[in-house]
């Protein structure tokens, strides 16, 4: 298993790209099997859970190219040759972002038999707001194996109201909808910005969407869709992530290829902890080095809230704030697993239910630490870029689910930091979703 190894200390200094978002091309990738012609999808990013989607839609009989070996930031996906509307358990696990594939197939096939992705590191992870809404647009669902068998001869328009607010809950809907018989109304929706680039390519296929990005998306239903060419959005929370690298860092900089209206609330409490920030761009955000890290509470929204997915990065942060930082976790029920890690170098951290209490500033010793998902590991490497020594990050391959090149990104603005191990190749993905 890779390791990264990472010598503490240096500000980061220069300019950094951020890459496309993940979370918007999964559910752009599924979507193409809503069509029989092709769809181009720009700027993805090349990261394990992308390569996991293409193996998952390639197993269905669709075919994905995923563009030349030097440059998979394009796919070009066809699901003319939809033959198995299966989606099996051992590409299932590894990432539970599959269940996205559930009401394109249903909508588009008549007939999904997709695995339950069961929980994660983080949470339990349960897919039944997705079920009630299918179910409430007239599919049949049977539970029974370990798998979900959805059928519907063609779905119909319906008026849901999502009990809690889900991204992939909305995006799944949102696809089972624009090909149903009839009117759908989707309140309680999510307002990712994920969610409205996957409404902009349904829109360019030939569907019918209003209000994607509010809390009520209405949609017509068309009989058929079309093939389109979408350049997805930049990824927000690595973009988050690399403001938080440069701040912990005293660093002076520049985050380019980004979206700063997704970044409102990041940027709003970095301020608010001290950071010296500014927007010289339509596409980049500046960070400068400042006088010292200011304690400042923050309280895990959906969107435009502050984003779960930079929880564990901004705890980082504080553990270097002077004062006592409160964190409340509101989305997840365990997703705090980076706090240990953070304790073991030096962090001053207590949990309590879903609020971890930080006290900083603490000094940061380098140790030899074990990520447990995604967002964990970025949190562990923004912590080791500070300690005093060399840390050896444990299970990276958590990191290369959903950061491109980011050791290589890092070490270009002067981190002191080396992938160990085999370098990263499209290996069989790892047993643990989140
Ligand atoms: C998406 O997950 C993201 N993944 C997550 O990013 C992100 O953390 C999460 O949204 C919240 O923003 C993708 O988009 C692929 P939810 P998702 O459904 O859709 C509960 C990352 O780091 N819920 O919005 O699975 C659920 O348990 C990943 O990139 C139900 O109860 O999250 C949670 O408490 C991690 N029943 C809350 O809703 C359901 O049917 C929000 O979950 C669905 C969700």
Known sequence: MDKFVIRGGNPLVGTIRVS??????????????????????????????IETERKLLASMGAVVDLGAENDRHHTTISCRTL????????????????????????????????????????????????????????????????????????????????????????????????????????????????????????????????GAGTSTIRVQGVASLHGARYRINPDRIEAGTFLIAGAITGGDLTVADCNPDHLRAIIAKLEEAGVRIDIPGPDSVRVHPGERLLAADISTEEYPGFPTDMQAQYMALATQ??????????????????????????????????????????????????CSDLRASASLVLAALVADGESILDRVYHMDRGYERFEEKLRSVGAEIQRMGNVFAPREPQPVAD
């Open 20 to 49: 496309g978002a993940k979370n918007s091309a999964l559910p752009c990738m599924a979507a193409a099997i809503l069509t029989e012609d092709e769809i181009t999808l720009e700027n993805i990013p090349q990261v394990r859970d």
């Open 83 to 210: 033959s198995d509307p299966v989606a099996k358990y051992e590409i299932v696990k590894t990432m539970r972002a599959s269940s996205l594939v559930l009401g394109p197939l249903v909508a588009r096939t008549g007939m999904a038999r997709v695995a339950m992705p069961g929980g994660c590191a983080i949470g339990g992870r349960p897919i039944d707001l997705h079920i009630k809404g299918l179910e409430k647009m007239g599919a049949t669902i049977v539970q029974e194996h370990g798998y979900l068998e959805a059928r519907a001869s063609r779905l119909k328009g319906a008026h849901l109201v999502f009990d809690k607010i889900t991204v992939t809950g909305t995006e799944d809907l949102l696809m089972a909808a624009v090909l149903a018989d009839g009117e759908t109304v989707m309140e309680n929706c999510a307002r990712e910005p994920e969610v409205t680039d996957l409404a902009a390519l349904l829109t360019a296929m030939g569907a019918r969407i209003e």
């Open 321 to 370: 704030a002077d004062g006592v930082s409160l964190i409340k976790e509101n989305i997840f029920e365990n997703r705090f697993m980076h706090v240990q890690e953070l304790v073991r170098m030096g962090a001053n951290i207590k949990v309590d239910g879903r609020t971890a209490t930080v006290r900083g500033p603490a000094k940061l010793s380098a140790a030899a630490v074990m």
